[in-house]
């Protein structure tokens, strides 16, 4: 797929056509893999509306998940360490709006790059808890970066949870099997009007759906012997 990436990553204009590529590429990843998809909507995403979603993180299929889910173009905020892996990071450069979490200055250009890509109902994704948990945490603590960004840009937070990508795709080459993926996306929060004195609550509300909701799923919780 080389050559059609170059072609798709060589404008920013080109984006909407790049994002068609990479939902067949995922379809034929999860789908072929013997993966299904099983869906409860609290709320369904509007055409040529911004939003940013706000999924767990647990699984490297969950990017693949969440590309799924979305006909809008989703613009991604991730680490600048993935830059240094060989094809792959060149590609992740021209369509991932990267940041270092330790530099101030790299944090504060993500959102002049964000302003940027949120036109045409083109939205951003952040796995809010900045890691992968270990199999034992249900969820990690959040960093604030997602929430800051809705409220800045006044777009509605989608919190979405991912109950079986770590159990049926784990980190542990020995563990998984094919079958269905439940995704519940609940309803969203709007973020209007909104200053940033609302940060701290904003996501901690988010993240308390996202725990409530995990911490409940017997299957979720029984499968590692996770404490809550």
């Given at each position: ?17 790049l ?16 993966f ?9 995403i ?8 706000c999924?767990?993180h647990s ?12 006909k809008?173009?989703i ?10 892996i060989?094809?792959?990071?060149y ?9 270092d ?10 959102y ?8 045409n109902?083109v ?7 900045g890691?992968?948990?270990t199999?034992?945490?249900?969820l990690a603590p959040?960093?604030k970066g997602?929430?800051?960004l809705?409220i800045?840009f ?7 949870v991912y ?5 049926l ?14 995704i ?8 209007k009007?909104?200053?940033m004195?609302a940060?701290?609550s904003l996501?901690?509300?988010t ?11 017997v299957?979720?919780?029984n ?6």
């Amino acid at each position: 797929m080389t050559p059609i990436l170059l072609i798709f990553t060589y404008k920013e204009t080109y984006y909407h056509l790049l994002w068609k590529l990479v939902r067949i590429w995922s379809k034929v990843l999860v789908y072929g893999m013997g993966f299904r998809l099983c869906l409860q909507l609290d709320q369904e995403i509007e055409p040529n509306k911004s939003y940013m979603f706000c999924p767990n993180h647990s699984s490297l299929m969950d990017p693949f998940v969440l590309i799924l889910l979305s006909k809008n173009p989703i613009v991604f905020v991730g680490k600048q360490e993935l830059a240094t892996i060989p094809i792959f990071g060149y590609f992740y450069k021209k369509v991932v709006i990267m940041v270092d979490r330790s530099s101030p200055k790299s944090r504060k250009s993500v959102y002049k790059k964000a302003k940027k890509r949120l036109k045409n109902g083109v939205s951003m994704a952040i796995f809010p808890e900045g890691l992968v948990p270990t199999e034992e945490v249900v969820l990690a603590p959040f960093k604030k970066g997602a929430f800051s960004l809705a409220i800045e840009f006044n777009i509605p937070i989608v919190p979405q949870v991912y109950f079986d990508c770590k159990r049926l795709f784990s980190w542990n080459f020995l563990k998984g099997s094919p079958g269905v993926f439940r995704i519940h996306q609940h309803l969203f929060i709007e973020t209007k009007g909104l200053k940033m004195d609302a940060l701290n609550s904003l996501k901690q509300q988010t993240f308390d759906i996202i725990y409530n909701d995990l911490s409940t799923d017997v299957k979720y919780m029984n499968d590692t012997n996770r404490k809550k």
